[in-house]
Structure formats: C-alpha cells, structure tokens
C-alpha cells in the first residue's frame, strides 16, 4: 500500500509562484501514473497534470503556468505552480495510478492511492 504525503501549500498573491511536493512512501516504477487533482469548495475533483514515462500532462486550464516532475532517486512528484490565479484556489491531492495508460491519466477512477491534500490558496 502505497502512501503519499504532499507538502507546499500556503497563500499566494495572484501572480505569484507555489510549488507542491509529494513524498511516496516506497518506489514507484516508471510506469505508474502520478497526478495531481485539485478540489475547490462545491465543485467535484478535477485533474490537474500527470506523468508517466518522464511525459507530462496537463488541464487546459494550467497549461504553460503549471509543470509536474518526478524525482525517481527521492520516490518525489513535484508541482511547480507559477501565475497563480483565484480560480486555482483548492484542495490539492497527489494520486498514483500502477495501472494508468495515457488514455485513462486524466481520470480519477485510474488513481488507486490519494494523499490527505494540501490547501492552496490565491488571494490579494
């Protein structure tokens, strides 16, 4: 079973930079799929950016602001956030899929383990 712990949250001026990170409690292959989700008060969970295979995948809507990384030698994914806008203000939850292929990355029912979320919030 794996375990995940993010870290990083906090208050950012809109425009302003976060980075997440997330520690696995044991390695996890290539293969597997690590995401990002994301979930804003009265709304449903909703993908943020993945990698497998050293590819990253992004939401439209954090595309070019957002960049996801695996550090396979510390079992890490990091999510560096930069033009931080309110609307990005949420629950942030790092997820891991053994099982995902590039078709199922972006979808929550791929995802087998979640961490407990880190609040992000963006805010004057």
């Known amino acids: 079973q794996v375990q995940l712990v993010e870290s990083g949250g906090g208050l950012a001026q809109p425009g302003g930079s976060l980075r997440l990170s997330c520690a696995a409690s044991?390695?996890?292959?290539?293969?597997?799929?690590m995401g990002w989700f994301r979930q804003a008060p009265g709304k449903e969970r909703e993908f943020v950016a993945a990698?497998?295979?050293?590819?990253?995948y992004y939401a439209d809507s954090v595309k070019g602001r957002f960049t996801i990384a695996r550090d396979s030698a510390t079992n890490t994914v990091s999510l560096q956030m930069n033009g931080l806008r309110p609307e990005d203000t949420a629950v942030y939850y790092c997820?891991?899929?053994?099982?995902?292929?590039?078709?199922?990355?972006?979808?929550?029912?791929?995802?087998?383990?979640w961490g407990q979320g880190t609040q992000v919030t963006v805010s004057s």
């Open positions: 997820a891991a899929a053994p099982t995902a292929i590039q078709s199922t990355i972006s979808s929550l029912q791929a995802y087998n383990y």
């Open positions: 044991e390695r996890t292959s290539s293969h597997w799929a």
């Open positions: 990698t497998r295979f050293g590819r990253g």
